[in-house]
């Protein structure tokens, strides 16, 4: 599975999914809002290999606006991984020291090594700063 993201202004991107070569799904977002959350789920799930977190189950075919909502019944254990990739994303961001990571995701039934979140740190780094240089119009590819 193909996730493009496409830099539409300042402040909105599309993103875009495509399967066997096909377009399958596409929304426009808010940039501050949703870019580095879903850059963050990329990161979290490719690394620790999940299936069934959001992009996992887009891959199984589910549309994104299916697993939008706090009380949807299809994303209970995407809530799960949610939390994991929220304090990911806090560390990322400077909001959360390290130490607060792992008392932060103890309700959840991953183990994340220390080596294991600093290459998902690392990596949404890499991908933020090559976002933070495209051009309006450009576009960021991941593989899924």
């Not at 939008?68 to 560390?91: D, F």
């Not at 309700?107 to 240089?133: G, P, R």
Request: glycine content about 6%; proline content about 1%; aromatic content about 14%.
């Amino acid at each position: 599975m193909k996730i493009v993201f496409t830099k539409n202004n300042p402040s909105t991107h599309t993103v875009s999914v495509f399967k066997d070569g096909k377009k399958f799904d596409e929304v426009m977002l808010d940039t501050k809002t949703y870019f580095l959350h879903d850059l963050s789920h990329y990161c979290v799930e490719t690394e620790l290999r999940f299936t069934e977190g959001f992009w996992g189950m887009i891959a199984q075919g589910y549309k994104m606006e299916q697993l939008a909502g706090k009380t949807n019944e299809l994303t209970s254990e995407l809530r799960q991984i949610e939390r994991l990739v929220g304090a990911t994303q806090s560390v990322y961001s400077g909001y959360m020291p390290l130490e607060l990571f792992y008392e932060n995701i103890k309700a959840v039934n991953y183990s994340v090594s220390a080596d294991v979140l600093e290459n998902v740190i690392k990596e949404i780094q890499a991908f933020m700063n090559e976002w933070n240089y495209l051009a309006v119009g450009q576009r960021l590819e991941l593989e899924f």
